[in-house]
């Protein structure tokens, strides 16, 4: 999504120039703008390093352990997740490019059109907020049906493991 809006941003851009010509004998000269141009922090993650900084919130898991709220910092790991090194393995792993379309984004949410087993999983919930490899993330995992406790999975160990 970053790189369309960043095409769209370079397109946007282009046309402007184009018509450039015609505004400039109507009006004046155009202001100078500064190059390259900046990119919108939303193009550059929260400061542009690309780090991963994350709040997991879980309830209701059934372990009074793995419910609470815990900070987890990636490169180098820490906080106070209770497996901070495992988890940011694990999200260093999604992260890489696994085909043409590069790594999984494990933050998505199941399509609204996804055929999901109808199974429960029981009624742990988690929000994980922050940001990951420098992009936000505010994201909310169930287990209510075999597409969400499969997502949910997914990012073990960042959420417990949960049975």
């Not at 490899?133 to 406790?149: K, L, W, Y």
């Amino acid at each position: 999504m970053l790189r369309r809006l960043a095409l769209t941003a370079v397109a946007s851009l282009a046309v402007l120039s184009a018509a450039a010509p015609a505004a400039t004998a109507a009006t004046g000269p155009l202001p100078l703008l500064p190059l390259p141009l900046p990119l919108p922090s939303a193009l550059q993650g929260d400061d542009g390093s690309g780090r991963t900084q994350l709040r997991v919130m879980v309830s209701d898991s059934g372990d009074r352990e793995a419910d609470g709220v815990y900070e987890l910092r990636c490169l180098p790991a820490g906080g106070t997740h209770p497996v901070a090194q495992q988890a940011c393995d694990r999200l260093a792993e999604l992260a890489q490019p696994t085909d043409r379309n590069g790594g999984t984004d494990p933050f998505r949410p199941v399509p609204a059109d996804a055929m999901c087993t109808q199974q429960f999983g029981g009624s742990a919930t988690a929000r994980v907020t922050g940001t990951w490899q420098g992009q936000h993330v505010d994201a909310s995992f169930n287990r209510t049906n075999g597409c969400e406790i499969a997502r949910w999975n997914t990012l073990r160990p960042v959420l417990p493991n949960i049975r």
